[in-house]
Each structure stands twice: as structure tokens, then as C-alpha cells.
């Protein structure tokens, strides 16, 4: 009998909730998760007079598989929770990126603003 009372008891627990309560994260920051593998090409905005982005030779990176990136100057680590990307190993550790979609970051400043700097995965329209 104490199993079919079971159901009843969790719904009576979520009437309590409030209407407005969201799920907690399992992480501070929202849930974990991985980029898009691939190369993401990093510029700066460019302006009416010539291209739309200029290109920043050594600052792209190349994420190679769940949770991994690469540069020339070697390989490293990055979390992503929410819509923060952390290099958390490597040649560029410690860099942050918010992530703005699924092919488009933009590097953080230290204060946690948006920097100018952006970085758009490589795809077959834009190589």
C-alpha cells in the first residue's frame, strides 16, 4: 500500500513549491557542457572601410574533443557552464569567453565584460 501512496506524496511536495521556483544547478555558473569541435577564428571589428572583422593571428584555437583545445603553442582544458567558457589548462589558461551561440564566443575582459575580441567557428560558408 505504501508504494501507491508514493506518487501522491511527490506531487503533494511539488503543489508546495512556489510557482516562480526554478530547478537548482547541479554547478554554480548553470550545466555543464561542451563547444562545437572545430576551429574558432578570433578578430576584432572591422570597420566600413574595409573587411567587417581583422583577423588576430594567435588567438584562435581549435577544440578537439569533449572538453579540449588546441594552439600552436600546445594543448589544454576548458569548462563550460551556462554561457562561460574557461580555459582552465594549457597555453591559455584562464582566459574567459562568453558564449554568445553555439559557433560565437566573445573573450571576457577581467572584469567580466565583453571585450571587442570575437570568435567564430570555422564552418563551410565562412572558411
Not at 584555437?61 to 574557461?86: E, H, K, Q
Request: hydrophobic share 30%; aromatic share 6%.
Amino acid at each position: 500500500m505504501t508504494k501507491s501512496l508514493a506518487p501522491f506524496a511527490l506531487l503533494a511536495a511539488a503543489a508546495l513549491l512556489p510557482a516562480n521556483a526554478t530547478p537548482a544547478n547541479a554547478t554554480p555558473g548553470g550545466q555543464i557542457g561542451t563547444l562545437q569541435h572545430g576551429t574558432y577564428v578570433c578578430e576584432l571589428p572591422g570597420d566600413a572601410t574595409g573587411p567587417a572583422g581583422v583577423t588576430q593571428d594567435g588567438e584562435g584555437f581549435t577544440v578537439v574533443n569533449a572538453s579540449s583545445y588546441r594552439t600552436p603553442a600546445g594543448r589544454g582544458t576548458y569548462l563550460l557552464t551556462g554561457d562561460l567558457v574557461t580555459l582552465t589548462s594549457g597555453p591559455r589558461k584562464g582566459e574567459k569567453y562568453h558564449k554568445l551561440s553555439g559557433n560565437f564566443l566573445r573573450r571576457m575582459n577581467p572584469d567580466g565584460t565583453d571585450s571587442d575580441l570575437r570568435c567564430v567557428r570555422k564552418v563551410e560558408n565562412n572558411r
